[in-house]
């Protein structure tokens, strides 16, 4: 089982940037996809982006072209620079190394951080 703790959220004004960074330990970090979501009060926990152990990526619409996701598998660090914040996007945000078994991966299931409260405000 891979331990995860994130970093890096905050208090931004709108249009302002953050990067998050979700750093891994316990497992061989370089074999998992790796994801970010975020939960925003009374709101289910939505999947932001995610990238797989060869470094192909996928986004949430909402998020395309101003957030990028990547990984350092010598640091067992995945980031998330998130540019152009906008009032939508205030959430925690976790990062997540979904089960994977026999081929296949299995999200929500695996190892969750404890989240990093992203807010967007002037």
């Known amino acids: 089982q891979v331990q995860l703790v994130e970093s890096g959220g905050g208090l931004v004004q709108p249009g302002g940037s953050l990067r998050l960074s979700c750093a891994a330990s316990g497992s061989i970090f370089s074999i998992y996809a790796m994801g970010w979501y975020r939960q925003a009060p009374g709101k289910q926990r939505e999947l932001v982006a995610a990238i797989t152990s060869g470094g192909s990526t996928n986004y949430a619409d909402s998020v395309k072209g101003r957030f990028t996701i990547s990984r350092d598998n010598a640091k067992n660090t995945v980031y998330l620079p998130m540019n152009n914040l906008k009032p939508e996007d205030p959430a925690v945000y976790y990062c997540?190394?979904?089960?994977?078994?026999?081929?296949?991966?299995?999200?929500?299931?695996?190892?969750w951080g404890q989240g990093t409260q992203v807010t967007v405000s002037s």
């Open positions: 997540h190394a979904p089960l994977y078994y026999s081929g296949r991966y299995y999200p929500p299931f695996g190892s």
